[in-house]
T-cell receptor
Framework: DGGITQSPKYLFRKEGQNVTLSCEQN?????MYWYRQDPGQGLRLIYY???????QKGDIAEGYSVSREKKESFPLTVTSAQKNPTAFYLC??????????????FGEGSRLTVL | QKEVEQNSGPLSVPEGAIASLNCTYS??????FFWYRQYSGKSPELIMF????GDKEDGRFTAQLNKASQYVSLLIRDSQPSDSATYLC???????????????FGKGTLLTVNP
């Protein structure tokens, strides 16, 4: 079945460690996104990518890094520089972003907890 | 910073009633508008989109758009307990550089439908 797969679903990290969240899609979508969601908050955009080997910072990119080496994959690394990384992380994809593009397909999310 | 505002709720309605969810946005140039539903602990899913002023109906859901007032709403008729979820409003607009379209989410309204 087509869709977006995120892993791991739950992740615990010690302070000072980098962690990488995986996101793979087989929908043949050009655009991929990473969002962060905190309790009672909406979705905040971390990074997005519209084509392979290119990506742009979103609203809260500090302390995060991404790569887009393949169309299907868009991993997110939460670095030790991220001061408050405990959150629910959502990966999404869509057809190429345009004036009427707002149909995002989301993965099941990864819940990161810093110990 | 383009803003999307929603009443956080909770909005509580009895089963069978009409639930009315509201959203305002700050960027007058916004072109397209989306409603996502998010069950607790799950990822969001798109339920409605609207591009033109007026009403758009899909089953029990009606989206309403008034660009002059910068206001978009979602009506749920014959509300069911299974409609209990957080509803996120999202607005597509040009980013600050004017080079890409970007989707900005509100913080969501928690809806509870009581049997």
């Amino acid at each position: 079945d087509g869709g977006i797969t995120q892993s791991p679903k739950y992740l615990f990290r010690k302070e000072g460690q980098n962690v990488t969240l995986s996101c793979e899609q087989n929908l043949n979508h050009d655009a991929m996104y990473w969002y962060r969601q905190d309790p009672g908050q909406g979705l905040r955009l971390i990074y997005y990518s519209q084509i392979v080997n290119d990506f742009q910072k979103g609203d809260i990119a500090e302390g995060y890094s991404v790569s887009r080496e393949k169309k299907e994959s868009f991993p997110l690394t939460v670095t030790s520089a991220q001061k408050n990384p405990t959150a629910f992380y959502l990966c999404a994809s869509s057809f190429l972003a345009g004036v009427n593009t707002g149909e995002l397909f989301f993965g099941e999310g990864s819940r990161l907890t810093v110990l | 910073q383009k803003e999307v505002e929603q009443n956080s709720g909770p909005l509580s309605v009895p089963e069978g009633a009409i639930a009315s969810l509201n959203c305002t946005y700050s960027d007058r140039g916004s072109q397209s508008f989306f409603w996502y539903r998010q069950y607790s602990g799950k990822s969001p899913e798109l339920i409605m989109f609207i591009y033109s002023n007026g009403d758009k109906e899909d089953g029990r859901f009606t989206a309403q758009l008034n660009k002059a007032s910068q206001y978009v709403s979602l009506l749920i008729r014959d509300s069911q307990p299974s409609d209990s979820a957080t509803y996120l409003c999202a607005v597509n607009h040009l980013n600050s550089g004017g080079s890409n379209y970007k989707l900005t989410f509100g913080k969501g309204t928690l809806l509870t439908v009581n049997p």
